[in-house]
């Protein structure tokens, strides 16, 4: 089975702080996504990936970067936190997302003060 | 939005129960996919279903798929306490759009 695994389970940063999700995928997927998860917004794509070294904006990327330096891992970077970036992020992975779907992690739980 | 949105919000049944909640998008569709969300972890993958599909099954899951009426339902039969969850469904339009919905609660009583 693909495993994805996200570094955290929670966080809780400081406003102004940076701060770097992680997401480690075993399956050789070259497809990789940051998505973050709000009440009542559902799930809204941050960035995604294709391949090594490539990224691609989503629906809402301000506010953040990402870094895709080996395969299987892709990060999610808040350069400065605010407290409006409070949510549960979820990284996901896929072989084909249109086919197949994706496999997602257990998500970071992160909470700007 | 070009979304899918579930119907209802929120269920609560007991278990033993069959559970279907429905799912509404607008655009052309390639595939719709449904997922699970257990409280405070990421989402799994159910089940997805092609345009040129019906119905699909998958264990004590059923999807049934009416392009005319952009419609999607997910019918969970004989319902445990295990399949207490969110559950998602998830457009993939012709555009190769991909959007999740906003989700249906699910609550299987003991």
């Known amino acids: 089975d693909v495993k994805v695994t996200q570094s955290s389970r929670y966080l809780v940063k400081r406003t102004g702080e940076k701060v770097f999700l992680e997401c480690v995928q075993d399956m050789d997927h070259e497809n990789m996504f940051w998505y973050r998860q709000d009440p009542g917004l559902g799930l809204r794509l941050i960035y995604f990936?294709?391949?090594?070294?490539?990224?691609e904006k989503g629906d809402i990327p301000e506010g953040y970067s990402v870094s895709r330096e080996k395969k299987e891992r892709f990060s999610l970077i808040l350069e400065s936190a605010s407290t409006n970036q409070t949510s549960m992020y979820l990284c996901a992975s896929s072989l084909d997302r249109w086919v197949y779907g994706y496999t997602f992690g257990s998500g970071t739980r992160l909470t700007v003060v | 939005s070009q979304q899918g949105e579930e119907d209802p919000q929120a269920l609560s049944i007991q278990e033993g129960e069959n559970a279907t909640m429905n799912c509404s998008y607008k655009?052309?569709?390639?595939?719709l996919q449904w997922y699970r969300q257990n409280s405070g972890r990421g989402l799994v993958h159910l089940i997805l279903?092609?345009?040129?599909?019906r119905e699909k099954h998958s264990g004590r899951l059923r999807v049934t798929l009416d392009t005319s009426k952009k419609s999607s339902s997910l019918l969970i039969t004989a319902s445990r306490a295990a399949d207490t969850a969110s559950y998602f469904c998830?457009?993939?339009?012709?555009?190769?759009?991909?959007?999740f919905g906003t989700g249906t609660s699910l609550t299987v009583i003991p």
């Open positions: 279903i092609r345009s040129n599909e």
């Open positions: 998830a457009t993939v339009s012709t555009g190769n759009q991909f959007y």
């Open positions: 990936s294709y391949d090594v070294k490539m990224k």
């Open positions: 655009t052309s569709i390639n595939n």
